[in-house]
T-cell receptor, first 113, second 115 residues
Framework: AAGVIQSPRHLIKEKRETATLKCYPIPRHDTVYWYQQGPGQDPQFLISFYEKMQSDKGSIPDRFSAQQFSDYHSELNMSSLELGDSALYFC????????????FGPGTRLTVL | AQSVAQPEDQVNVAEGNPLTVKCTYSVSGNPYLFWYVQYPNRGLQFLLKYITGDNLVKGSYGFEAEFNKSQTSFHLKKPSALVSDSALYFCAVRALSGGYNKLIFGAGTRLAVHP
């Protein structure tokens, strides 16, 4: 079965650089979530999209932005990177409806040097 | 505010023995609860969920969870642990926000199954 695809899997950036993370949801999933998991931490919700519109916003810094495109893939854009942005970034997708479980991608490991 | 608590950082169990990973929740309204497992350098894999109905929920890989409303708990269980079950386990609750189901995770419990 198709799973959530994230690219790149690993990314190394310098401070103050920008990064773009991509997420391709499971086919027919219309909702995408982004989570950030710091070392030894639980995943923290950043932002979500439903039908290409932002549906909710969590603890996402103003330096970050995201969008969902017409093919339902999503991109997380991160600017002015800081050392503290080093983390595992997960994308999850599901069909709309409060009961549906989210399916997570393998994550993008971002290291900021 | 909705939250979940996993009181144990780590659970150690011998292979073949039953295991329990604890989770308690705090929600307003009906709880929608989930368990996920994370292997090293991997994404989170869905194990099971409780929405309504039977208090005992069966999930993947032989895991099950018992929903207890009076104790506000949703403990993950398995009758016989395998070494391959060793991983990080997260309990999560759906957080209502405009009708969209972002997940609020517990801190995670590391399960170590010893041969």
């Amino acid at each position: 079965a198709a799973g959530v695809i994230q690219s790149p899997r690993h990314l190394i950036k310098e401070k103050r650089e920008t990064a773009t993370l991509k997420c391709y949801p499971i086919p027919r999933h219309d909702t995408v979530y982004w989570y950030q998991q710091g070392p030894g931490q639980d995943p923290q919700f950043l932002i979500s999209f439903y039908e290409k519109m932002q549906s909710d916003k969590g603890s996402i810094p103003d330096r970050f932005s995201a969008q969902q495109f017409s093919d339902y893939h999503s991109e997380l854009n991160m600017s002015s990177l800081e050392l503290g942005d080093s983390a595992l970034y997960f994308c999850a997708s599901c069909t709309s409806g409060g009961y549906n479980e989210q399916f997570f991608g393998p994550g993008t490991r971002l290291t900021v040097l | 505010a909705q939250s979940v608590a996993q009181p144990e950082d780590q659970v150690n169990v011998a292979e073949g023995n039953p295991l329990t990973v604890k989770c308690t929740y705090s929600v307003s309204g009906n709880p929608y609860l989930f368990w996920y497992v994370q292997y090293p350098n991997r994404g989170l894999q869905f194990l099971l969920k409780y929405i309504t109905g039977d208090n005992l929920v069966k999930g993947s890989y032989g895991f099950e969870a018992e929903f207890n409303k009076s104790q506000t708990s949703f403990h993950l269980k398995k009758p016989s642990a395998l070494v391959s079950d060793s991983a990080l386990y997260f309990c999560a609750v759906r957080a209502l926000s405009g009708g969209y189901n972002k997940l609020i995770f517990g801190a995670g419990t590391r399960l170590a199954v010893h041969p």
